[in-house]
Protein backbone atom coordinates (compact mmCIF):
# COMPACT_ATOMS: atom_id res chain seq x y z
CA UNK A 1 0.00 0.00 0.00
CA UNK A 2 1.35 3.50 -1.19
CA UNK A 3 -0.21 6.53 0.77
CA UNK A 4 0.06 10.03 -1.42
CA UNK A 5 -0.08 13.39 0.01
CA UNK A 6 0.49 16.33 -2.21
CA UNK A 7 1.10 19.74 -1.12
CA UNK A 8 2.45 23.06 -2.38
CA UNK A 9 -0.51 24.49 -4.02
CA UNK A 10 -2.02 27.83 -3.76
CA UNK A 11 -3.09 31.18 -5.26
CA UNK A 12 -0.99 33.23 -7.85
CA UNK A 13 -0.99 35.13 -10.37
CA UNK A 14 -0.66 34.38 -14.09
CA UNK A 15 3.37 34.14 -14.95
CA UNK A 16 4.11 33.19 -11.63
CA UNK A 17 5.77 30.05 -10.10
CA UNK A 18 4.61 27.24 -7.98
CA UNK A 19 6.42 23.82 -6.73
CA UNK A 20 4.09 20.81 -6.03
CA UNK A 21 5.51 18.22 -3.47
CA UNK A 22 3.95 14.68 -3.42
CA UNK A 23 5.35 12.86 -0.24
CA UNK A 24 5.03 8.91 -0.57
CA UNK A 25 4.81 6.40 1.76
CA UNK A 26 6.05 3.04 2.04
CA UNK A 27 9.40 1.26 1.15
CA UNK A 28 9.14 0.72 -2.79
CA UNK A 29 8.66 4.39 -3.71
CA UNK A 30 12.35 3.97 -6.07
CA UNK A 31 10.15 1.33 -8.14
CA UNK A 32 7.10 3.42 -8.99
CA UNK A 33 6.76 5.62 -12.31
CA UNK A 34 4.87 8.70 -10.60
CA UNK A 35 2.50 10.87 -12.30
CA UNK A 36 0.46 14.33 -12.01
CA UNK A 37 -3.05 14.72 -13.38
CA UNK A 38 -4.83 17.82 -12.89
CA UNK A 39 -8.60 18.61 -13.12
CA UNK A 40 -10.30 22.05 -13.86
CA UNK A 41 -13.64 22.97 -13.03
CA UNK A 42 -16.30 21.04 -15.32
CA UNK A 43 -13.82 19.61 -17.01
CA UNK A 44 -12.35 15.39 -17.07
CA UNK A 45 -9.05 14.76 -14.98
CA UNK A 46 -5.75 15.23 -17.19
CA UNK A 47 -2.45 13.95 -17.67
CA UNK A 48 0.06 16.46 -16.62
CA UNK A 49 3.48 14.66 -16.33
CA UNK A 50 5.16 11.57 -15.98
CA UNK A 51 8.09 9.94 -14.69
CA UNK A 52 9.71 6.58 -14.77
CA UNK A 53 11.12 4.76 -11.88
CA UNK A 54 14.78 5.88 -12.27
CA UNK A 55 13.61 9.14 -13.40
CA UNK A 56 15.34 8.66 -16.99
CA UNK A 57 12.31 8.34 -18.90
CA UNK A 58 10.16 11.71 -18.36
CA UNK A 59 6.78 12.53 -20.70
CA UNK A 60 4.23 15.80 -20.48
CA UNK A 61 1.36 16.87 -21.84
CA UNK A 62 2.05 19.13 -25.04
CA UNK A 63 -0.18 21.47 -22.70
CA UNK A 64 2.57 22.21 -20.16
CA UNK A 65 6.04 21.19 -22.15
CA UNK A 66 8.86 23.49 -21.34
CA UNK A 67 6.97 25.10 -18.76
CA UNK A 68 6.18 22.33 -15.44
CA UNK A 69 9.42 20.45 -14.52
CA UNK A 70 8.51 16.91 -12.96
CA UNK A 71 11.15 15.28 -10.54
CA UNK A 72 11.94 12.92 -8.08
CA UNK A 73 13.97 12.30 -4.81
CA UNK A 74 13.93 8.76 -4.60
CA UNK A 75 15.78 9.34 -1.23
CA UNK A 76 13.01 11.36 0.21
CA UNK A 77 9.91 8.90 -1.29
CA UNK A 78 8.96 12.91 -2.96
CA UNK A 79 8.01 13.95 -6.53
CA UNK A 80 7.94 17.20 -7.70
CA UNK A 81 6.21 19.59 -9.99
CA UNK A 82 7.55 22.50 -10.60
CA UNK A 83 5.32 24.78 -12.41
CA UNK A 84 6.52 28.32 -14.41
CA UNK A 85 5.15 30.59 -16.39
CA UNK A 86 1.27 29.97 -15.03
CA UNK A 87 -1.43 30.58 -17.05
CA UNK A 88 -5.08 30.88 -15.77
CA UNK A 89 -5.58 27.57 -17.98
CA UNK A 90 -3.54 26.00 -15.01
CA UNK A 91 -6.03 26.48 -12.62
CA UNK A 92 -7.02 22.99 -11.33
CA UNK A 93 -6.96 20.67 -8.56
CA UNK A 94 -3.63 18.71 -9.03
CA UNK A 95 -2.69 14.89 -8.04
CA UNK A 96 -0.27 12.96 -7.14
CA UNK A 97 -0.20 9.10 -8.93
CA UNK A 98 1.76 5.92 -8.73
CA UNK A 99 1.99 2.84 -10.45
CA UNK A 100 3.87 -0.39 -9.41
CA UNK A 101 4.16 -1.35 -13.02
CA UNK A 102 5.18 0.48 -16.09
CA UNK A 103 1.70 2.13 -17.35
CA UNK A 104 1.22 4.23 -20.29
CA UNK A 105 2.00 7.27 -18.82
CA UNK A 106 -0.99 9.58 -19.81
CA UNK A 107 -3.83 6.75 -18.94
CA UNK A 108 -5.37 6.98 -15.27
CA UNK A 109 -6.67 3.86 -14.84
CA UNK A 110 -2.94 1.97 -14.91
CA UNK A 111 -1.96 3.96 -12.04
CA UNK A 112 -2.08 2.06 -8.83
CA UNK A 113 -2.39 4.99 -5.53
CA UNK A 114 -4.17 8.45 -5.97
CA UNK A 115 -3.47 11.75 -3.60
CA UNK A 116 -5.88 13.60 -2.15
CA UNK A 117 -5.39 16.41 -4.42
CA UNK A 118 -4.12 20.23 -3.93
CA UNK A 119 -5.60 23.25 -5.77
CA UNK A 120 -3.76 25.48 -7.60
CA UNK A 121 -5.31 28.44 -8.55
CA UNK A 122 -3.79 31.10 -11.55
CA UNK A 123 -5.80 34.45 -11.70
CA UNK A 124 -5.23 36.60 -14.58
Known amino acids: QVQLVESGGGLVQAGDSLRLSCAAS????????MGWFRQAPGKEREFVAA????????YYADSVKGRFTISRDNAKNTVLLQMNSLKPEDTAVYYCAASGALPRPSVQSEYDYWGQGTQVTVSS
Open 51 to 58: IRPRGGII
Open 26 to 33: GRTFSSYT
